[in-house]
């Protein structure tokens, strides 16, 4: 369970540095 939560946090993370990306 840990393990898939990490693997969720870290795609949200990443699908949230894209959006900065773009607003940019």
């Known amino acids: 369970m840990s393990?898939?939560?990490l693997k969720v946090?870290?795609?949200v993370s990443t699908i949230k540095s894209q959006l900065r990306?773009?607003?940019k």
Do not use: G, L, P, Y
């Open 3 to 5: 393990k898939q939560r």
């Open 9 to 11: 946090n870290a795609s």
């Open 21 to 23: 990306k773009d607003e």
